[in-house]
């Protein structure tokens, strides 16, 4: 499965746009991107996910690199609520999610 | 919104007792899984489960592991003989189908604390 590298942590203001770096750079052309956020004191819960072309949901946009080695989670207005460790899991074959580390949001009121 | 969840939300036992941790994942869900994660470290894989069987288990899920779908609703894991290490959140998950486009829901988790 592809290694992923995300920031430990970010620090947005209310309000704002947050965009959350991940690269995964050993990634094959067959996996899909997926972005998976745990609030505090509870399970991982899905964003977005992505394979070539940037995508947008009701909670998140996420754009893809050309060459795919790279992936941006877009929070378009920050909210308290969504302060959570945001995770970059490349999906390939097999079953399981691998998480890594993600990048902890701290959002300033 | 149909949901994964989990019983006992907190399970308190001794070190060497047996505890099972209770799941009901969504019901139109085939695949099944177990992941872990110690206090302040990352959610670590167990287990999944399809068609009655083990599809997968990481090096964790020693032979003091088991799981088990004992009527079409629940989804259990047993530890037979509990260590202090095991203290964790356990996390239940369900998923549709294994299509790489597919999600994984989760439940709210089941904190275990090994006296």
């Known amino acids: 499965d592809a290694k992923t590298t995300q920031p430990n942590s970010m620090e947005s203001n209310e309000e704002e746009p947050v965009h959350l770096p991940c690269n995964h750079s050993t990634i094959s052309g067959t996996d899909y991107i997926h972005w998976y956020r745990q609030l505090p004191s509870q399970g991982p819960e899905y964003v977005i996910h992505g394979l070539t072309s940037n995508v947008n949901n009701r909670m998140a946009s996420l754009a893809i690199a050309e060459d795919r080695k790279s992936s941006t989670l877009i929070l378009h207005r920050a909210t308290l609520r969504d302060a959570a460790v945001y995770y970059c899991?490349?999906?390939?074959?097999?079953?399981?999610?691998?998480f890594g580390t993600g990048t902890s949001l701290t959002v300033i009121p | 919104e149909p949901e994964v969840t989990q019983t006992p939300s907190h399970q308190v036992t001794q070190m060497g007792q047996e505890v099972i941790l209770r799941c009901v994942p969504i019901?139109?869900?085939?695949?099944f899984y177990w992941y872990r994660q110690i206090l302040g470290q990352k959610v670590e894989f167990l287990v999944s489960?399809?068609?009655?069987?083990?599809?997968?288990k990481s090096e964790i899920f020693d032979d003091q592991f088991s799981v088990e779908r004992p009527d079409g609703s629940n989804f259990t894991l047993k530890i037979r003989s509990t260590k202090l290490e095991d203290s964790a959140m356990y996390f239940c998950?369900?998923?549709?189908?294994?299509?790489?486009?597919?999600?994984?829901?989760f439940g709210p988790g089941t904190r275990l604390t090994v006296l």
């Open positions: 019901s139109n869900h085939l695949y």
């Open positions: 998950a369900s998923m549709e189908s294994t299509g790489l486009y597919n999600e994984q829901f």
């Open positions: 489960f399809y068609n009655n069987e083990i599809s997968e």
């Open positions: 899991i490349p999906r390939g074959t097999g079953n399981q999610f691998y």
